[in-house]
């Protein structure tokens, strides 16, 4: 919720308006201030929709394996599975807050306790489907989205990673 605008900060709308697009330098020349700067940099931002993104970070282990691969992955194998998630919310919360970590963190746990220490081929979402980081990556996608989303916060992409280098992005656009 954006307070008042003070006549200084209309300068700035105006300015906006009349080209600057959020020039820093133009910014700082309108203020002697660099706390008003800073402030007008953050009353900018809500002005022009800036989006914020939220990420924890989790894991898993599983075993799985990939029918059909030619070559050693085929033959049942597991991973330390590392999972990251992102958030895009719109709006901040009266503390600044987008989304709770603590929220993101609930519903990840929920959802990973499913595939947590299992063989990942056993489980019926696999039975037609490799379970691939891509697979995983949407799957939990799905999922969380359906348990984080609202009007004003969204899942925006998952990532799930089978080792440090190597590893799957998942989002819908």
């Given at each position: ?54 990420y924890v ?20 194998h597991g ?14 919360d009266e ?79």
């Amino acid at each position: 919720m954006l307070s008042p605008v003070t006549p200084t900060e209309v300068g700035v709308q105006k300015s906006l308006d009349s080209g600057f697009r959020r020039n820093d330098d133009a910014i700082s020349q309108l203020f002697v201030s660099p706390c008003l700067a800073a402030q007008a940099r953050l009353r900018i931002g809500e002005v022009m929709g800036g989006v914020f993104e939220i990420y924890v970070k989790s894991h898993f282990s599983a075993a799985h394996s990939l029918r059909g691969y030619p070559g050693d992955c085929a033959r049942v194998h597991g991973h330390n599975w590392m999972v990251e998630v992102f958030v895009r919310c719109a709006q901040l919360d009266e503390l600044g807050i987008g989304i709770d970590f603590r929220d993101i963190k609930a519903a990840v746990k929920d959802v990973l306790s499913g595939v947590d220490h299992r063989d990942l081929n056993d489980l019926p979402l696999f039975v037609e489907q490799n379970p691939t980081s891509e697979n995983i990556a949407r799957f939990l996608y799905k999922e969380l989205s359906i348990k984080l989303n609202t009007p004003t916060t969204r899942v925006s992409r998952v990532k799930v990673s089978e080792t440090p280098g190597a590893g799957a992005f998942y989002w819908e656009e």
